[in-house]
């Protein structure tokens, strides 16, 4: 075996052994000297079991990962490592929170956090229902509903007296809500259209951002509505409307910009830029973007960049991590057997994931001349530290 698959294995032992020594080392001293009648500070082991059960929670959940780890490989298993770890920091807030204090009220609230742990894991799983045309979006919104439920349940139960002057809880709530309902509104793409197709890529991704923002309007149209209306009932209703109208018009401008926007055409205006001079190699970017758009090949595109890279000096490893999204792209796989329709519907959610990727790598050009090396796109493979 190669010596740095050995000493690989030999770091992966080590930590086999490591955290689970460590979690067995902190069973046997809280039971020893908290738990156990004759230990040390028996009399205060209620003040110390946020941080024994959490503790212990959260390395026992590290712990298992490791064992899964060592002993099982595969796509499949990292995938459960991912989400034990996920549980295990669930179940460690969770009890950090519940025995922190003994005020009912947080201990209500703090149940919350299972719930919206469920709610991450199954937006987790739903990365196993790609191929699945309805899967995907309907475990995605479900999660969705039920991390608002979840925050509107645990807000009631930490604050039973409603507040009259913030809605915290329910703007948060709706905000899950309209997302969900935006990732239903995404299966418009099972009608084959371009620009329905086109609208529910945009719908799918960013997800954060559009929490972010319809946080904000929902903030600005319940909480500050009501502080105007307070004092002039007519300027809170024009308020209303301008709020209404900004947020129609960002949505507008974004679908247009998303059903007209060629991604080749961007990702050239952009090598021009670093190239300072019209040289023809440029011309034929469409040919490359549009074979790997289409059909997945990635060897065209990547040559070509790698070669453009060369031809203005940038160093090897800035290119690859400039042209990673690329390089760890994988398509959502098909099924053996599938109905044509579904067939291809896979097919162009897999041309739109693909139009976003050259999109990450045009991001990642204009941040290259911008000098901004640390916040490229999709770099989870390839190491950023010092590599300019």
């Given at each position: 075996?190669?010596?740095?698959?050995?000493?690989?294995?030999?770091?992966?032992?080590?930590?086999?052994?490591?955290?689970?020594?460590?979690?067995?080392?902190?069973?046997?001293?809280?039971?020893?000297?908290?738990?156990?009648?004759?230990?040390?500070?028996?009399?205060?082991?209620?003040?110390?079991y946020f941080l024994i059960f959490s503790v212990c929670a959260f390395f026992l959940a590290i712990s298992i990962k490791k064992i899964f780890v060592f002993f099982l490989k595969g796509k499949?298993?990292?995938?459960?490592?991912?989400?034990?770890?996920?549980?295990?920091?669930?179940?460690?807030?969770?009890?950090?929170?519940?025995?922190?204090?003994?005020?009912?009220?947080?201990?209500?609230?703090?149940?919350?956090?299972?719930?919206?742990?469920?709610?991450?894991?199954?937006?987790?799983?739903?990365?196993?229902?790609?191929?699945?045309?309805?899967?995907?979006?309907?475990?995605?919104?479900?999660?969705?509903?039920?991390?608002?439920?979840?925050?509107?349940?645990?807000?009631?139960?930490?604050?039973?007296?409603?507040?009259?002057?913030?809605?915290?809880?329910?703007?948060?709530?709706?905000?899950?809500?309209?997302?969900?309902?935006?990732?239903?509104?995404?299966?418009?793409?099972?009608?084959?259209?371009?620009?329905?197709?086109?609208?529910?890529?945009?719908?799918?991704?960013?997800?954060?951002?559009?929490?972010?923002?319809?946080?904000?309007?929902?903030?600005?149209?319940?909480?500050?509505?009501?502080?105007?209306?307070?004092?002039?009932?007519?300027?809170?209703?024009?308020?209303?409307?301008?709020?209404?109208?900004?947020?129609?018009?960002?949505?507008?401008?974004?679908?247009?910009?998303?059903?007209?926007?060629?991604?080749?055409?961007?990702?050239?205006?952009?090598?021009?830029?670093?190239?300072?001079?019209?040289?023809?190699?440029?011309?034929?970017?469409?040919?490359?973007?549009?074979?790997?758009?289409?059909?997945?090949?990635?060897?065209?595109?990547?040559?070509?960049?790698?070669?453009?890279?060369?031809?203005?000096?940038?160093?090897?490893?800035?290119?690859?991590?400039?042209?990673?999204?690329?390089?760890?792209?994988?398509?959502?796989?098909?099924?053996?057997?599938?109905?044509?329709?579904?067939?291809?519907?896979?097919?162009?959610?897999?041309?739109?994931?693909?139009?976003?990727?050259?999109?990450?790598?045009?991001?990642?050009?204009?941040?290259?001349?911008?000098?901004?090396?640390?916040?490229?796109?999709?770099?989870?493979?390839?190491?950023?530290?010092?590599?300019?």
């Amino acid at each position: 075996m190669h010596p740095k698959g050995i000493q690989e294995k030999n770091n992966i032992f080590k930590e086999l052994l490591v955290y689970p020594l460590i979690f067995v080392a902190l069973v046997f001293l809280s039971w020893y000297y908290f738990l156990l009648p004759e230990g040390r500070w028996y009399h205060a082991k209620e003040q110390v079991y946020f941080l024994i059960f959490s503790v212990c929670a959260f390395f026992l959940a590290i712990s298992i990962k490791k064992i899964f780890v060592f002993f099982l490989k595969g796509k499949n298993a990292e995938f459960i490592e991912k989400l034990i770890v996920i549980l295990g920091t669930g179940v460690a807030l969770f009890l950090f929170f519940y025995y922190i204090s003994d005020y009912q009220n947080l201990k209500d609230a703090s149940i919350g956090i299972l719930f919206f742990t469920i709610a991450v894991i199954l937006h987790k799983i739903s990365e196993l229902y790609r191929s699945g045309i309805y899967s995907e979006s309907i475990i995605i919104a479900g999660s969705y509903i039920l991390a608002g439920v979840t925050v509107e349940i645990a807000y009631s139960s930490l604050w039973p007296e409603p507040d009259k002057e913030h809605s915290i809880n329910v703007i948060l709530m709706l905000s899950f809500i309209i997302l969900s309902v935006l990732q239903l509104i995404s299966l418009i793409d099972v009608t084959e259209k371009q620009s329905l197709i086109k609208i529910s890529s945009w719908l799918k991704r960013n997800h954060l951002l559009k929490f972010i923002i319809i946080s904000i309007a929902l903030f600005m149209l319940i909480d500050v509505r009501r502080v105007i209306l307070l004092k002039d009932v007519k300027t809170g209703w024009i308020f209303v409307f301008v709020v209404l109208l900004v947020v129609f018009i960002l949505l507008i401008a974004s679908i247009r910009r998303v059903i007209k926007e060629e991604p080749d055409v961007r990702l050239k205006k952009h090598l021009q830029r670093i190239t300072y001079d019209k040289i023809m190699d440029i011309s034929s970017i469409s040919k490359y973007v549009d074979d790997f758009v289409m059909t997945g090949r990635k060897s065209g595109l990547t040559s070509y960049l790698f070669y453009m890279a060369y031809r203005v000096e940038i160093p090897v490893v800035t290119a690859s991590r400039i042209i990673a999204p690329i390089l760890e792209h994988k398509d959502i796989e098909v099924t053996e057997i599938m109905s044509a329709k579904n067939y291809r519907v896979i097919e162009e959610r897999n041309k739109q994931n693909r139009i976003k990727v050259v999109k990450d790598v045009t991001d990642n050009l204009e941040l290259y001349g911008r000098g901004r090396y640390y916040e490229y796109r999709g770099n989870s493979a390839i190491n950023t530290k010092g590599n300019r």
